[in-house]
């Protein structure tokens, strides 16, 4: 079993930044790709930036140009720093993680989610 911990959301101001953190714990033998998605209301959540062990990156559209994922150095923690953000940021952020298990077999799992609320 895996956990995940997610912290930085809350208000910020729209061109104001922040950044999202992502833990990792439990027992798994290694992290193949970690990813923020989110969800506003009535709306299908969506990629928003994902990152592979081997350094490969992806962004939606949105926000590429202004927002960067990365991992820690102990390869178990993902961030997304976000910048000049807007109104239409507002969503719930969910960090994902794909792993290998203890027995070497793929799966994944999702943190609870943050609120980011860009407003004035």
């Known amino acids: 079993q895996v956990q995940l911990v997610e912290s930085g959301g809350g208000l910020v101001q729209p061109g104001g930044s922040l950044r999202l953190s992502c833990a990792a714990s439990?027992?798994?033998?290694?992290?193949?790709?970690m990813a923020w998605y989110r969800q506003a209301p009535g709306k299908q959540r969506e990629l928003v930036a994902s990152?592979?062990?081997?350094?490969?990156?992806n962004y939606v559209d949105s926000v590429a140009g202004r927002s960067t994922i990365s991992i820690g150095s102990a390869k178990s923690t993902v961030y997304l720093q976000m910048t000049s953000l807007k109104p239409e940021d507002t969503a719930v952020y969910f960090c994902?993680?794909?792993?290998?298990?203890?027995?070497?077999?793929?799966?994944?799992?999702w943190g609870q989610g943050t609120q980011v609320t860009v407003s004035s």
């Open positions: 439990g027992r798994f033998f290694r992290i193949y790709a």
């Open positions: 990152i592979t062990s081997g350094g490969s990156t």
């Open positions: 994902n993680a794909e792993v290998a298990t203890m027995n070497l077999v793929r799966d994944d799992y």
